[in-house]
């Protein structure tokens, strides 16, 4: 029926909309009768709701035209028509970005704002706010101090908000209005204490102290506003949050009493705040949840949406904590509301058990289509946590979200789903066919570049390994056919793994790569080239070095590939002729693998480091810098001098940097050098001094240390360490220092290096593949029992941290409940050898562990094994 | 976490729809949406979105979005997606129930398009730069005081076109006579001569 009467009305025509065909010059025209005397409020009226209209509809005004109808406008307040007044104050803010010359009415509004008339006060105030700048405020100052106490809430109001406005403007002269606002804060009307409140904590949110007394001050008097309650409760969350007081501070208590509160507004925010505290006890959390749990019941969508909102939140780090809500939940799943429903559903994906599993995702199928792409994620999400709990539904899972991979969808949505397919894929190994038959099938027809390179790459990297790895080469082709770019040279480096690990395959794949190389991509063509070239070798230790870990990524940048194919076009057509034997010829292209590797766009942490020590003199020639450790603290936090110490390795030698910082400002410290006492063969040949180090400047003083060449195994030392310097007396206010100084020294905590400072940490993708390449030349194994340690977990983690080796394959998780593991960790020694080491844990009193390691050299073997013993 | 910076800036924006998505009333009070062009897909955006449903708070594009339909008219308030959501709908609340005291109960498209300027007054007095500044219906209407007096708007324009008119007539008919008077004494003037 509403239907009918609306299309009787549009047929009517332009008639039911007065404003409908504005045109902004006949409007402009028209505003020629302010001009006129007398004046006619009603037209002028009409006139200016028509200017106001048309801005309102984004109409452009130039800045001409605006300023002449500011101009026209100003004669207007000859009128004492109420509405007329209003609509002009309204028209000047507006206009204030457009108009020129707008503060000529700062005397006619200065003038409404401290008249007689209240209804033209509040307003007034908020118009002449919007013209004034730094310079005009210093005039209106008076007045707007006095309309802060002003009697008449929306006087006061105006002012609070006005002046909050202009904080961002002029800090500094609001900042002086703090004690009108602070008594503002005590009026009996709500929405002044809100403004006042909200206006006190951002002139003094820097200020943590007054924060806190403001915070003391107001949760004691109590206040009638629910708006400043809410107000009150998101600085005492953020006060908690910095001070990171405990959950039995006085502010904690005042959150969880405004869970009680008689506003529904006030207990929301409480228990959201709780919720979304850092840290906090399922015993804490439960108030807010049970406040939430009868929220959800409420007749009100938003309120219903807010509770289950915030339960999906708790349920991802307390899923038990909701568990008591699942009835109330159950009721939501079939809401009108499909946000509530999809929020509903995806929080009992998490707190309900297994075999509720089935029926949610039927009910969820049902209206998916129906919900926006931000729920759509969250959905992707439950479902994605959904299978690491539950790893037997994947079957279930894949079907649902090949499903909403076929929907309509944008980048997001697309991008959490694939993410998701890719996880299951790498966690549950039998369902890796149909995960790739899923996403070969969405690349097919896929608008998203960065998902098919993403998809390309994982189907390069998992595909060969399956049984049938030929059905996957089509997919993959087509891309080569029909895509941009980036996806042909993707699907090139896939192509080129399935040449390498499928020896059957590896014709068609040489034909399919000689098409490739006619591209019309230069990256394309250069990588064909590359690749076709690689394969015809044949040789295992070429494809694991340049197909398999040689080039990680799917975006590779590609000038650095442009160049590495000049390169091996070289150096690989150069074998067969020199028959080389594929070991000598390794040793020549591993610095080139490994120096590749750790490659990254912008300079790291270590070229930074590499930069600052070139420019001393004393550790030029020591090579590149192999390896820079994290920082270590050499002394406590809270001392005169703190220093804490870089260790950098270069292939013989090791520099140690030690930054200190002076505490003591009467102290002015010269020539500060760390005097180092090594425990094994270890020579310090070097000691580069600080020459200043004034209170609270951090300076470094490095020590340069040689590595022992005839006992190459022992790669563990520790040092004692002292500072010492020479000490001048200072002035702690000039700064200034006495003449005479005196020696001191400070005995600092004894410094470690060890296996982990020779390591480089490298990450093979195909571990498999770099274990063949490294070969079993230099293979030794050994069994040891790690009686102190009690889980598996515990074990990788000390390993990982004590070898300083990555860890390959994802092999540093261990998967739940199980009694052995094994950890694949690669790395580079020291020197440019490469080394990697399996070790199968078994979980039996203690864990027993065998370790094999391999490497390129004999030394390194031992060393790591002896390191481990 | 992502725990919300203290602050009374509340609103994002507040719109008004007809039912055909077109914009009758829009103010952004951020830079969430800088361009006309960005705006108005939002709005289609969220139109698409909430027209067919009767439920009152969705989120989009990142924001929540809260909103109320009445006959041919569409409220929607916008804010933060961390924003609490019952200050929101006591914003579209307030907004809602001011303009149907207003329009005595006639919320309808025809009957606000009639009284803009009420609706420009009544949403200044609720948010100020995105500050929530009143959220009490009856303030609200009390302060845009639209024609002061309780006097229903139609009979008020009668009584005051009848005015206008009978001062119109009242002054057409003294320059008629000063015109008259003027055109004799020209003819006074002249006549001699001819």
Redesign the interface.
């Given at each position: 029926m509403?239907k009918k009467f609306?299309k009787k009305?549009e047929e009517s025509g332009s008639g039911?909309?007065?404003?409908q065909h504005l045109e902004k010059s006949a409007v402009l025209q028209e505003a020629r009768i302010f001009n006129e005397t007398p004046i006619?409020p009603?037209r002028c009226?009409h006139i200016?709701?028509k200017i106001?209209?048309l801005l309102?509809?984004?109409e452009h005004f130039g800045t001409m035209e605006a300023t002449e109808a500011f101009f026209a406008m100003t004669r207007l307040f000859q009128s004492n028509d109420?509405?007329l007044r209003?609509?002009c104050y309204?028209t000047i803010?507006e206009m204030a970005n457009i108009s020129e010359d707008v503060i000529i009415v700062t005397s006619s509004l200065t003038k409404d704002m401290t008249g007689k008339e209240d209804?033209y006060r509040?307003?007034a105030i908020?118009a002449l706010c919007r013209i004034t700048d730094t310079t005009m405020l210093q005039a209106i100052e008076r007045y707007m101090k006095q309309a802060i106490v002003d009697k008449v809430p929306?006087v006061s109001?105006?002012a609070l908000?006005?002046s909050?406005?202009m904080v961002k403007m002029s800090y500094d002269v609001v900042k002086r209005w703090v004690n009108e606002a602070q008594e503002a804060a005590s009026s009996d009307n709500i929405?002044v204490q809100?403004?006042a409140l909200?206006?006190l904590?951002?002139l003094r949110?820097n200020d943590r102290l007054a924060v806190s007394k403001m915070l003391n001050k107001f949760t004691k008097s109590g206040l009638k506003s629910p708006?400043a309650y809410?107000?009150l409760i998101?600085?005492a969350?953020?006060l908690l949050?910095e001070t990171e007081a405990g959950h039995d501070s006085p502010l904690f208590d005042f959150i969880e009493s405004c869970l009680r509160n008689k506003h529904?507004?006030v207990v929301?925010?409480a228990a959201?705040a709780i919720v979304?505290m850092?840290n906090c006890t399922a015993r804490e959390l439960a108030p807010a949840v049970s406040v939430l749990q009868l929220f959800c019941s409420s007749p009100?969508?938003?309120?219903r949406?807010?509770a289950v909102r915030t339960l999906n939140k708790v349920a991802m780090k307390h899923p038990s904590a909701v568990t008591a809500c699942n009835l109330d939940l159950e009721n939501l799943i079939t809401d009108?509301?499909?946000?509530?429903a999809t929020l509903a559903i995806t929080t009992l994906l998490k707190t309900g058990s297994e075999s509720s599993v089935d029926r949610l995702m039927k009910q969820i199928s049902s209206f998916v289509s129906e919900i926006?792409d931000?729920?759509k994620v969250v959905v992707v999400q439950a479902i994605s946590a959904l299978c690491q709990k539950y790893p037997r539904k994947h079957s279930v899972m894949m079907n649902f979200l090949s499903n909403m991979l076929r929907d309509d969808g944008g980048f997001e949505y697309k991008r959490a789903i694939v993410d998701c397919i890719i996880s299951i894929i790498e966690e549950n190994p039998e369902s890796k066919e149909t995960g790739l038959a899923h996403l070969c099938e969405f690349i097919e027809d896929c608008e998203h570049t960065v998902l098919a390179t993403k998809i390309l790459h994982l189907l390069g990297k998992e595909g060969p390994r399956t049984p049938s790895p030929s059905k996957y080469i089509r997919f993959i082709f087509n891309r080569v056919v029909l895509e941009s770019e980036a996806v042909r040279a993707a699907a090139v480096s896939a192509l080129a793994k399935f040449g390498a690990q499928n020896d059957d395959l590896l014709p068609s794949v040489l034909v399919l790569m000689q098409r490739c190389m006619m591209d019309s991509d230069d990256e394309v063509r250069d990588r064909a080239t590359f690749y076709m070239n690689v394969l015809q070798q044949k040789q295992k230790a070429l494809n694991a070095a340049y197909i398999f870990n040689g080039e990680n990524t799917h975006c590779a940048p590609s000038l650095n590939l442009r160049a590495l194919v000049e390169l091996t076009r070289l150096s690989v057509s150069s074998v067969p002729l020199a028959n080389t034997p594929i070991t000598e010829q390794k040793t020549e292209f591993a610095p080139v693998a490994t120096s590749k590797l750790p490659e990254k766009p912008g300079p790291t942490r270590q070229d930074i480091y590499q930069e600052q020590l070139a420019a001393i003199p004393e550790f030029q020639g020591l090579g590149s810098l192999f390896k820079t450790s994290e920082a270590v603290q050499l002394t406590e936090a809270e001392t005169e001098y703190v220093v804490r110490c870089v260790k950098h390795t270069f292939a013989r030698h090791m520099v140690f940097q030690f930054d200190c910082t002076n505490t003591l400002n009467d102290q002015l410290l010269q020539k500060v050098m760390v005097q180092m006492e090594p425990s094994e063969a270890y020579e310090v040949l070097h000691y580069v001094p600080a020459a200043n180090l004034p209170y609270s400047q951090p300076g470094s003083c490095y020590s340069l240390v040689r590595l022992p060449e005839d006992d190459p195994t022992a790669v563990s030392c520790t040092f004692s360490c002292t500072l010492k310097y020479l000490v001048k007396d200072c002035d702690p206010n000039t700064g200034e220092p006495d003449d005479d100084g005196y020696d001191d020294e400070y005995v600092l905590e004894d410094l470690e290096v060890t296996v982990a400072d020779h390591i480089q940490k490298v990450l093979k993708p195909n571990f498999a593949a770099a274990w063949d390449e490294v070969g079993d030349d230099f293979e030794k194994e050994e069994t040891f029992a790690l009686a102190s340690v009690r889980t598996l977990d515990e074990a990788v983690g000390n390993i990982i941290s004590f070898l300083g080796m990555q860890p390959c394959e994802r092999s540093d998780k261990v998967p739940e409940n199980k009694n052995s593991h094994i950890l694949f960790l690669a790395g580079v020694f020291r020197g440019g050898h490469d080394v990697l080491v399996r070790s199968r844990l078994a979980l039996a009193d203690g864990v027993t562990m065998q370790v094999t390691v391999r490497s390129s050299d004999e030394t390194v073997v031992d060393i790591i094994l002896a390191s481990v013993g | 976490?992502?725990?919300?910076?203290?602050?009374?800036y509340t609103v994002k924006a507040v719109l008004i729809l007809d039912?055909d998505g077109e914009?009758l009333?829009?103010?952004y009070y951020d830079d969430t949406y800088p361009s006309?062009k960005e705006?108005?897909a939002f709005e289609k955006n969220i139109f698409s979105?909430t027209h067919r449903?009767?439920?009152?708070?969705?989120?989009?594009?990142?924001l929540t979005v809260?909103y109320k339909s009445n006959?041919?008219l569409f409220f929607y308030v916008v804010g933060s997606s961390h924003e609490?959501?019952?200050?929101?709908?006591?914003v579209l609340n307030c907004l809602f129930d001011s303009l149907s005291q207003m329009l005595r109960k006639n919320v309808e498209?025809?009957a606000l398009?009639?009284n803009?300027?009420g609706l420009?007054?009544a949403v200044?007095e609720i948010v100020?730069?995105g500050?929530?500044?009143?959220?009490d219906p009856q303030?609200v209407v009390h302060?845009?005081?639209?024609?002061?007096e309780d006097v229903p708007y139609s009979e008020q324009t009668v009584t005051?076109v009848s005015t206008?008119a009978l001062v119109t007539s009242l002054i057409s008919a003294y320059y008629i006579v000063l015109c008259g008077s003027c055109a004799i004494t020209i003819f006074t003037l002249y006549s001699p001569e001819t």
């Open positions: 509403i609306d009305d039911s909309n007065p404003f006619n009603r009226l200016l709701t106001i209209y309102n509809q984004g109420q509405t209003r609509m309204l803010k209804v509040g307003p908020r929306s109001s105006s908000v006005s909050l406005h929405m809100y403004h909200g206006l904590y951002h949110k708006f809410c107000m998101r600085i969350s953020k949050e529904e507004m929301y925010e959201s979304h850092p009100k969508a938003a309120l949406y807010a009108s509301n499909r946000s509530i926006s931000e729920f | 976490m992502e725990a919300l910076e203290p602050s009374l039912n914009r009333y829009a103010k006309v705006q108005k979105k449903t009767d439920s009152e708070i969705a989120l989009l594009e990142g809260v006959i041919d609490n959501e019952l200050m929101l709908m006591a498209r025809r398009l009639e803009m300027e420009f007054l200044d100020d730069g500050v929530i500044l009143e959220s303030q302060r845009v005081a639209l024609r002061g005051q206008t």
